[in-house]
Every structure is written in C-alpha cells, then in structure tokens.
C-alpha cells in the first residue's frame, strides 16, 4: 500500500486566487478569514485528482477567475509517493476568437491541458493512466463508484448511499463483502431445507410465501372454526335415554307382531284355503273312486286331458303363493321406508327449530353490538369515576370482538345445520319416490294375485266336465260329490267373509301404527343420534388432520422467518469480515416479510469501536467525516489501495483532539478551518 503525500500546491488564476503556493508538511489545515479562497485552494487539489469539483459539479468553467474569464488557469502539485516525488497540473484557457470583418471576440470552447512532471499529455485519458499508475490504483471497474474521489472524499461513500443511483453503491460494496444466495442460507441451516421447494415454487420471492403461508393459516383456521362448529351441534344431539330405548323397542316389536299376524291371516285367507284344501282332497277321491269304477268301461278319452288340466291348476296355485309371499315382504319393505321417511322427517324439523334459535341469537347479538353502549362500563367498578375515552373505547373494541367471534361461530353452526337440512330433505324425497315405487309393485302384484285366483277358478269347473262322462252313479261317489259341492258353496262364503273383513283390518292395522308412532319417535331419535355420532367421528378424525396441516403451516412460517433473519446476519457477517464493527446495512426486511435492497452506512462510534444506531444522513459533519475516513481504511485494506490525503471542508467542527485520536488512518489529511485576522490562505500544520 502507497503512502501518498501532497507537498506543494501552486495556483494561478484560480477563482479569486491571483498567484499562490502552499507548501504541506503531513496533516494540515488551510486557514483565514472567510471568502479568502481557503476552500478554493481545497477544491483545486480535489480537481486535479477528480476532474470535477468537491461538490460534485463537473462545469469546470467555475474554476476560471470572476475578473478575468480569458485568463489561464494553472493548477499544478508535487506528491511524494513512497519518497519519489512527482509533479501533475492542469491548464484551463479559454478561446475567444473574432468573426471576420469584426473586432468583437467570441468564445468558442475552451482547452485544457493536462500536465504529467512538466510533460504535456495527449489525452486526459493518458493524464489518467499515468497518475493512476504512479499512485499504484491498478483497476477502476466499479461502474460508477469514482476510486480516486472514493479515496480523497470521506463524504462520498455516505453520500452516494443517500444519492438516487445508490445501487451502484451497493453493488461495489456487495463485490466486496460478497453476497447471499439463497442455497448459502439453506448450507448453513439445513432445517430451512423444509421450506426449499416451497420457495423454488415461488421463484425465490420469500414475501410472496410467507404471503401464502399466511393465507393458508387463515384458511385452515376458518376452516377450524367450522367444524368446531359442526362438533359442538353434533356433540348437542339429543338421544333418548337407555330405559326409554329399551320399552319403545320392546313395544314395537309387540305392535309390529300383531300388524303381521293380522296382515298374514288376511293376506292368506287361511279358512278360505283350509277349504280349498279339502275340496281338492274330495276331487281326488272323487276321481280315483270313479277310475275304479270304471275300470270294467272303456276308460274315457277325456281323462288324460283332465289331468293335465289338474297340473295347470297346481302350477297356477305355486303361482299364486308366490305372489302373495312377494307382497307380504313388499309391505314389509314399506313399513320400513315409512319408518326411515318419519325418522328423516323428525331430523328436519328439529335442523328448522336449531334455525330459528340461531336466527334469534344473531339478531340479540347484533343488537348488543349495535347498542354497545349500554353493555360497556362506563365508570370505574372501585372508585366509581367516569373512566376515561381511551379506556371506554377499548372496552367497546373488546366487546365487538368477543360478539363478533360469537356471531362467526353461530354463522358457523348455522351453515352446518342448513346443510345437514338439505341433505335431510334430499333423502327424504328419495325415500318417497322409493315409496311410490313400492305401491305400484303391490299394485302389479295384486294385479296378478286376482288374475291368477280368477284362472285357477275357471280351470274347475273344466275338470269337472271330464268327470261327468264317465256315468258312474254309485252311492259312495254321489255321497263324495255331495260333500265336495257343500265345501264348494263354504268356500264362497268363506272368501266374501274374507273381502268383506279387509277394511275392519285396516282399520285395525291403522289403529296399531297409530300407537306405535311414539315409540318409533324415540327409536328414530336415537337412530338420528347415532348417525350423528357417526358423522361426529369423521368431524373430529377432518379436525385433526386440519390441525396437522396448520401447525405444518405455523412451522413453515416459522421457519421463513428463520430463513430471513438468517439471510440478514450472514450478509451482516460478510460485511464485518471487510469492515469490522462498522454497521453497513444492504438488505431490510420489508412490511410483507420479504427482502429489500439497500445500501446504508451507520454513523461509527470509533471510542466504542461500534457502530450506532443512527444513519449517515442523520448524522452530524463531524460524525461523517471520522465514519467516512474510518469506511475507506477498510475498503484500502481489502483492495490494497494507496493512502492519498483525505480532503474536506469541516475542520472547523473537528476539535484537535479529533484529529489526534480519532483518524485511525496513515494517510495525509488536509481540510479548511476560517481564522479571523488571516487575509490570504495559509496553510498550518496540525
């Protein structure tokens, strides 16, 4: 690293400077009175190194004197570098030319020299190469960081991080330190690994997820909030007790016993069918006692065709009994959809009285709400002094909460009741329809139940024309034929007694169901319970794994913030290993829990060896100038660059003290302090 040092300073025409040299011995100030040309002389080294000016105009025409623009202006130094001395100026002239054919000058442009000891260069850009080269500064590729003003300015690293191009700040200091990818955070907390492809999904945005993950713990917390609604209405089921179970069962089973004893005696005509029985016995003995009576004739050709009608007639009556099974297990499938219908129908109306007690305590609720006043202490319960406005409006706030909470759970319990209602009502037209579908298949049944009873009656007397021919008249025949024509007249009566008494059997069977409906009413409160309960278990089994999901969903969050704090202490880490305790702040984290790029040095405490709280733009002269100096001896360090003297224009505010003790640095510095009774610049030693 080069130690330079400015010795001599020579001026000609520069601003109100007519003529002047200024020899330095190490640090110095540059005293006297105001407006005498002190941060002139400053100002013309700074544009020797700069080309432009301290305050960082480039119109160099501001350098010429104000009496007299056409003169020339001469600036020229001579540094020491490492005990070798070297000798650079500049020259500024001004040309005024005449038009032809007039004596009036006119300013065309102007020329400026560049000087390398006492060698007239072609291009500033030679100028540059060879004084760049001497100082030992090899490399300037920092887009737009300036690393001679860099080094000779302790205001120009703060003020370029306040200036609206800081990015270019940012980014020479970030080519320094070095920066944080997202895979270094991930290497140096490999439990943030979790939330990786979350964050690759998002394209590297960590606002936009910890956004999303936000939303989801919202969502899942809705969600939470419905079914602890859904549980506590299911939990709320009522149910009939053990004892009032136990006598509904044991009725309805007596009831139902005799509904199908009497349903089965009619449906079957059993006196009917006990006579049926004993005339088809007669009409067989009837045909064997003339079969054997006739055996001495010759056997009659209508025999053969008479029994084929007798089989037509047994299959007829298989038939008819399977019919009338049929029937009796659709009556049976009947009651029991009637049984389902009534127990859907109880589960509705008791979804519509939840309603209206929901609807009720929505409107008493919105109405304490609305009149919050009346609910809300307005006095002190102790003392009994009117508490203050603060102290009442946040009571008001805390009530609307807790009401609003309230109405977001009823709101809640309200939907899962609606529905539970629908669902209800859906069933029960299903069950109806099954109903209607079950009556038009008794009604086919019964259908073919008469049709068949009309066949087997007309195969009869057909039968028994094929036995007439046979002219057997004997006195055990006659008196067998007689029995059979008395049975047949007592199954005439037999079967209108059993048409006649079907409607008192109705009316017996209605009377029944009548008495049975109060205890199917607590056999169907308690089959609406356990469904219930069934539900409840699925309820509870889609709350847990809601649960799991958002405290995955919490932990994700978590560990976002986790991956923030550790991204901002890695990169903070980074700029310690340049700059120390020197607080130099590139990313924030922004209001949506994502990153924002910045580039913001802290005011340096350098008796506390740390950095402060407060900004560089909020700092004072003094403040910057030990801060400024105390950056740029760490950016030295890191790319070995010279020591060429720092410049600025606050001495004034800079005690002595200061200047021993808190300039850790082994470069030259030189600066401007005013001097009453001093009327030309003059140049002391500190």
């Known amino acids: 690293m080069k130690n330079i040092i400015l010795k001599q300073l020579e001026l000609t025409n520069y601003r109100n400077i007519k003529h002047a040299i200024y020899d330095f011995d190490g640090n110095s100030k540059i005293v006297g009175e105001n407006r005498i040309g002190k941060t002139n002389t400053l100002e013309s080294i700074y544009y020797l190194l700069t080309d432009s000016l ?81 100082f030992g500064i090899t490399t300037n590729d920092y887009d737009k960081v300036n690393i001679f003003k860099m080094l000779i300015d302790p205001f120009y690293i703060g003020n370029l991080g306040e200036d609206k191009d800081w990015t270019s700040l940012r980014s020479f200091i970030i080519s320094l330190v070095g920066d944080v990818q997202d895979e270094d955070v991930f290497t140096a907390k490999p439990i943030l690994n979790d939330i990786k492809n979350d964050l690759i999904k998002v394209s590297g945005h960590i606002d936009q997820l910890k956004k999303q993950f936000k939303q989801n713990i919202d969502e899942l917390n809705d969600k939470l909030i419905g079914l602890d609604a859904q549980i506590k209405m299911l939990e709320e089921t009522p149910d009939a007790t053990d004892e009032e179970l136990a006598i509904a069962r044991k009725e309805k089973e007596e009831i139902e016993a005799k509904i199908n004893e009497l349903k089965n005696s009619h449906g079957e005509d059993v006196a009917s069918k006990q006579i049926q029985d004993e005339i088809q016995k007669l009409s067989i003995q009837i045909f064997q006692q003339r079969e054997a009576e006739t055996q001495k004739f010759a056997l009659n050709p209508a025999l053969n065709k008479k029994n084929t009608l007798l089989r037509e007639q047994a299959s007829k009556q298989q038939e008819l009994n399977a019919v009338i099974q049929n029937r ?105 329809v099954k109903h209607d579908e079950y009556e038009s298949q008794i009604k086919e049944l019964d259908d073919s139940r008469y049709k068949l009873n009309d066949e087997i009656k007309s195969l009869q007397p057909q039968i028994d024309d094929f036995i007439e021919p046979v002219q057997v008249d004997s006195e055990k025949l006659t008196d067998l034929k007689a029995k059979k024509s008395t049975l047949e007249q007592n199954l005439i009566e037999s079967r209108k007694t059993f048409e006649n008494g079907g409607n008192t059997l109705n009316q017996a069977i209605y009377d029944l169901q009548s008495s049975e409906e109060p205890y199917i009413k607590i056999i169907d409160k308690h089959k609406y319970w356990e469904m219930n309960q069934d539900k409840l278990i699925s309820v509870k089994d889609e709350k847990e794994k809601t649960t799991k999901k958002l405290i995955e969903a919490e932990q994700k969050t978590e560990l976002v913030k986790t991956f923030i704090y550790t991204k901002l202490k890695m990169l903070d880490e980074n700029v310690s290993k340049v700059f120390g305790n020197i607080k130099f702040q590139l990313i924030k984290e922004n209001i949506n829990g994502g990153f924002d790029t910045i580039c913001k040095p802290y005011i340096f405490n350098i008796d506390a060896n740390e950095s402060t709280n407060v900004t560089w733009k909020s700092g004072s002269k003094s403040e910057k100038v030990i801060t400024g100096i105390a950056i740029m001896e760490c950016i030295k360090t890191k790319l070995s660059l010279p020591n060429l003297p720092y410049l600025f224009d606050e001495g004034g505010e800079i005690s002595t003290d200061t200047f021993n003790t808190k300039f850790k640095t082994n470069s030259q510095i030189i600066c ?13 030693k500190i």
């Open 328 to 432: 009796s297990k659709l009556l049976d499938d009947i009651s029991f959809n009637e049984r389902e219908q009534s127990s859907l129908v109880y589960a509705i109306e008791d979804c519509t009285k939840k309603r209206e007690n929901l609807l009720t305590q929505l409107k008493e609720i919105d109405g304490q709400i609305s009149n919050v006043d009346d609910f809300i202490q307005s006095t002190c319960p102790t003392c009994h002094r009117p508490l203050e406005a603060d102290k009442i409006d946040e009571l008001k706030k805390s009530f609307i909460e807790t009401k609003t909470a309230e109405m977001t759970s009823l709101i809640a319990i309200g939907k899962a009741n609606k529905e539970l209602k629908e669902k209800s009502e859906v069933e029960l037209a299903q069950l109806k």
């Open 54 to 134: 301290l305050g960082g105009s480039n119109d160099i025409a501001e350098i010429k004197p104000r009496d007299d623009t056409k003169a020339t202006v001469r600036i020229s130094a001579i540094f020491e570098i490492d005990g070798k001395e070297i000798e650079i100026g500049k020259e500024y002239q001004e040309n005024w030319v005449k038009n032809r054919g007039t004596q009036e000058l006119i300013l065309k442009g102007h020329d400026t020299n560049y000087l390398f000891n006492g060698v007239k260069q072609s291009t500033i850009k030679e100028y540059n190469r060879l004084v760049a080269e001497e």
């Open 672 to 684: 401007v302090k005013v001097q009453d009774n001093i009327q030309k610049p003059m140049v002391v």
